[in-house]
């Protein structure tokens, strides 16, 4: 989870601020949040995420996915940052 960290930052967020939509980057730091302090299995952790994630979304009238694609899609974007973290070591 290190490498996450230093792409979100040490300090991951609870929940998205303002009224703006979350960044992916964002999304990704409110996942850390729930592995790191809450100490959920990865799967929760995802499945919080995108609840959170759409709720955003549909506070702003935007149609969203599916639940399951979302977190299959998050689940991409975290393995993206673990492979690059492995060819920058």
């Not at 919080?48 to 549909?58: P, R």
């Not at 991409?76 to 492979?83: A, D, S, W």
């Amino acid at each position: 989870m290190d490498y996450l960290s230093r792409v979100v930052g040490y300090n991951p967020i609870e929940e998205f601020v303002g009224r703006k939509l979350p960044s992916v980057q964002e999304a990704m730091s409110v996942y850390l949040y729930q592995k790191q302090n809450l100490k959920l299995q990865r799967r929760e952790c995802l499945m919080i995420t995108i609840d959170k994630v759409q709720e955003k979304w549909s506070q702003a009238g935007i149609p969203t996915c599916g639940k399951d694609y979302a977190i299959k899609k998050l689940s991409g974007f975290l393995g993206q940052v673990k492979t690059y973290k492995k060819f920058q070591a």
